[in-house]
């Protein structure tokens, strides 16, 4: 399948690649439908491409690799609604605010995506623990010089 | 909007499968039982407004900034 996405020109993905959520994010209507690509794993960044709207595109980060004492409590039955639970399978990422001075780059914590990569369902779920929605990260990613080039 | 008035005990349902309870009354505040299909996502509206707000915002992230990151 092909799209015409603002970020990345003309990609090409699988059908098996489609995450399927059940309701679209809070927020953003009209899609339900995305893609994660993950050209800039390097950085740990990631990017939730909808499928259905070519122009809506997120920025996510690995927070697990960053901060490995982030513990993300949800309610156990919004993952099951995923589809059955393989610790494996569950991959987490977290929404990034990039506002014009990167350094202040925030990100969700309180919120996070949760995929099961098994059944490619996905949802934003609200952790039931005390995490920031507005979690400035950006000097926990160690970029040279202060960021840029 | 649709106004109910419920008593402390009673319910309302909605599209077949959400039960909404009224637990209890207490001067001004009402404690809610919500028994739902586990997939249908409950939460508080201040929280569910701030998530939104992110959201929204983090649609504005600009790619050549991440990749300004590079290196």
């Known amino acids: 399948m092909n799209l015409n996405t603002k970020n990345f020109g003309e990609i090409t993905f699988s059908e098996e690649e489609i995450i399927t959520f059940s309701t679209p994010l809070s927020g953003l209507p009209n899609s339900t439908r995305f893609i994660i690509i993950s050209k800039d794993v390097d950085l740990l960044f990631y990017w939730l491409q909808s499928v259905d709207e070519p122009n809506l595109c997120l920025c996510m980060l690995d927070v697990f690799k960053i901060m490995p004492e982030y513990n993300p409590e949800v309610a156990e039955n919004q993952v099951m609604a995923l589809g059955e639970v393989n610790f494996d399978d569950i991959k987490t990422y977290n929404i990034v605010v990039i506002p014009k001075d990167v350094k202040n780059m925030t990100v969700n914590l309180l919120a996070p995506i949760v995929v099961n990569s098994k059944t490619n369902k996905g949802a934003q779920l609200i952790t039931k623990n005390d995490n920031e929605l507005s979690f400035k990260i950006f000097d926990k990613l160690n970029f040279k010089e202060g960021g840029t080039k | ?71």
Do not use: C, F, W
Request: charge should be negative.
């Open chain 2, 1 to 71: 909007m649709l106004a109910l008035t419920r008593k402390k005990g009673e319910s309302i349902i909605i599209n077949d499968d959400i039960e909404i309870v009224i637990l209890g009354v207490s001067k001004d505040q009402v404690k809610l039982g919500i028994v739902a299909p586990k997939e249908i996502p409950v939460h508080r509206k201040e929280i569910y407004d701030l998530i939104q707000s992110e959201n929204e915002q983090a649609l504005n992230v600009d790619i050549d900034i991440i990749n300004s990151l590079k290196k």
